[in-house]
């Protein structure tokens, strides 16, 4: 028995791929000049300064899981990214970047009001701004950069990563 191919499956099967297709990274980062990967260098000061220790304990555990964070996004649209602890270690040259992400405020929320109130309560929030420049002095890019979320404080890391990538993908490719 053959199988007949209906209207209504073939637009199922046309609405899957497309919602596969839409799943991928929606920036691709642009080639350096000698074909290689853009090469960004990334420097992130987590505003430790002034900090009590139960304030410094949780920037440590966000800075934990946004730099690994930021760096598989931006290794996943094709840059090459490393880290580097001064922005004096900056190599700039064709096709190199130096990414310098500050945080301004983390809130962590209040997971109890996040789980027994809802509707908001108790959301987390990271607020940062970040400046992409090419020559280490000169900013070519400056945003400021922040989430809320309701859900819990991974959830912000990996939007305002996102966010930051897409933005500087933007920015380098001309858009």
């Given amino acids: 028995m053959s199988k007949m191919k209906t209207p209504i499956g073939m637009l199922a ?11 991928g990274a929606s920036v691709k980062a642009p080639r350096a000049p000698d074909g290689g990967p853009t090469k960004v260098q990334v420097l ?30 931006l290794t996943d649209v094709g840059y090459s990214a490393e880290y ?10 064709p096709g190199k970047y130096l990414l310098v992400v500050t945080v ?15 509707f908001g309560a108790g ?21 400021d950069n922040g989430r809320a979320s309701s859900k819990d404080w991974t ?12 933005a500087i993908t933007n920015k380098l490719n001309g858009q």
Avoid at 13 to 23: D, E, R, S, W, Y
Avoid at 84 to 93: L, R
Avoid at 104 to 115: D, E, F, I, Q, V
Avoid at 126 to 140: I, K, Q, S, V
């Fill in 13 to 23: 099967t046309a609405l899957f791929i497309a919602l596969l297709a839409g799943c």
């Fill in 44 to 73: 992130v000061d987590m505003g430790y300064t002034g900090k009590t220790p139960d304030e410094a304990n949780q920037l440590k555990q966000v800075e934990d899981y946004l730099k690994p964070d930021l760096m598989n996004r």
């Fill in 84 to 93: 580097i602890a001064a922005k004096e270690q900056f190599t700039p040259g």
């Fill in 104 to 118: 301004l405020n983390y809130n962590p929320g209040s997971k109890a009001a996040r789980m027994l109130v809802g």
């Fill in 123 to 143: 959301s987390a929030a990271l607020d940062e701004r970040f400046d992409l420049f090419a020559d280490g002095t000169t900013a070519l890019l400056t945003q």
């Fill in 155 to 166: 959830d912000i890391c990996r939007r305002t990563n996102k966010d930051m990538v897409v």
